[in-house]
């Protein structure tokens, strides 16, 4: 079995939570996470060297992408907070520990494939910045937009990147993560898209953190509660973050 995690957001009280109630499943081989690891909360640091840690692997996501090459088509609050969290990769007072984080961040693939499945931040036509949305389903949507998606991989697909938890199935349907109380048997052949959640900042009106594991059968969204309270502490002491990073957090929007 193996758990893919993603858009932790510098929000450390949710990636330990999520990892001990990985341990606690005790039976995952390996933790692979999809990208946005930083941006938004408050400890990018530390999330990058737990999660650095505890992965096999981590994917390029537009948040690493932004702090690397500029926040491009980030809004002004986004953009603050990817300054601000530059900053505190700089900041490092010791220069091993600033130079790994360069490096680790420099080095991130922008996909992966294990066997048939494929993983990337975002799409699989554009792995970094793009978005699958449930809106692409919607009837005045084009088309062509999933047909080439899917096109795009050869049995799954796990993305994150827009932090709604769920399943897109070949006959353009999505199914969210809260109606799969028991799993999802993902083994007859057909092609799915799978968006694994957030860990740090979900935003399907469902605050507890969001991974999912995959046995090679099944797909099973876990969701995990974290002290909130906490990390909207620290987001809200922090200028460069603002309160709406706090207060979406106990709303999971
Ligand atoms: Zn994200």
Redesign the pocket.
């Given at each position: 079995m193996i758990a893919l995690i993603?858009?932790i957001?510098a929000n450390l009280p949710a990636l330990e939570a999520v990892l001990a109630d990985i341990d606690s499943v005790g039976e995952v081989e390996r933790i692979y996470c999809l990208?946005?690891v930083i941006?938004y909360g408050p400890y990018p640091v530390e999330c990058l060297e737990l999660t650095a840690q505890r992965c096999s692997l981590i994917l390029l996501?537009?948040?690493e992408h932004a702090v690397l090459h500029g926040p491009y088509l980030f809004n002004p609050r986004a953009r603050r907070a990817i300054e601000w969290t530059k900053e505190a990769i700089a900041d490092q007072t010791r220069p091993m520990r600033r130079k790994q984080l360069t490096d680790l961040l420099e080095n991130l693939p922008m996909r992966h494939s294990i066997d048939d499945v494929l993983l990337v931040h975002g799409s699989p036509r554009d792995p970094v910045m793009e978005y699958v949305l449930e809106s692409d389903l919607w009837e005045g949507a084009d088309p062509s937009k999933m047909d080439e998606i899917f096109d795009g991989f050869e049995r799954l697909c796990f993305v994150?990147?827009s932090?709604r938890p769920g399943i897109f199935t070949q006959d353009r349907c999505f199914l969210p993560a809260g109606d799969l109380h028991d799993g999802y048997d993902v083994s007859d052949g057909n092609k799915y898209l799978i968006n694994v959640g957030?860990v740090g900042?979900p935003r399907d009106r469902d605050p507890r953190s969001c991974y999912v594991l995959y046995t090679g059968d099944a797909v099973y969204f876990r969701r995990v509660e974290y002290d909130v309270e906490q990390v909207a502490g620290a987001i809200r002491a922090n200028e460069a973050l603002g309160d709406h990073l706090a207060d979406r957090l106990y709303k999971g929007e």
């Open positions: 993603s858009d957001h990208g946005d941006g996501g537009n948040h994150g990147h932090h957030s900042q």
